[in-house]
């Protein structure tokens, strides 16, 4: 499985992007895909996943009302709005290692998810 996420740059301080993670076939539509990010000298950390049903969705408190995660047949996104210069990183998606039922996702560890796509860099200044 081969995961792309695309869609970051350069913004300011309040400002919005949307990140678009693309897979191919079938092992990417049935299943939950999560949203990561790694800032500079940090460890990568959860900010949101999907079930493959998009019913339900899970999001880290620090990003919580400020982004909005979706999806289509085709792609994940993440809304990503009210930017904060503390949320520059680069933002990795990633399927979940597990078959999650339609209203199920997995917890926010890196060890859940299986497949990880390359990321996208988003800068904000301030």
């Known amino acids: 499985v081969q995961l792309q996420a695309s869609g970051g740059g350069l913004v300011q301080a309040g400002g919005s992007l949307k990140l678009s993670c693309v897979a191919s076939?079938?092992?990417?539509?049935?299943?939950?895909v999560g949203w990561f990010r790694q800032a500079p000298g940090k460890e990568r950390e959860f900010v949101s996943v999907?079930?493959?049903?998009?019913?339900a969705t899970n999001y880290a408190e620090s990003v919580k009302g400020r982004f909005t995660i979706s999806r289509d047949s085709a792609k994940v996104y993440l809304q990503l709005n009210s930017l904060k210069p503390e949320d520059t990183a680069v933002y990795y998606c990633a399927r979940a290692r597990l078959y999650y039922g339609s209203g199920d996702i997995p917890g926010p560890a890196k060890t859940e998810y299986a497949y990880w796509g390359q990321g996208t860099q988003v800068t904000v200044s301030s």
């Open positions: 076939g079938r092992a990417f539509s049935n299943y939950a």
């Open positions: 999907i079930s493959w049903s998009g019913e």
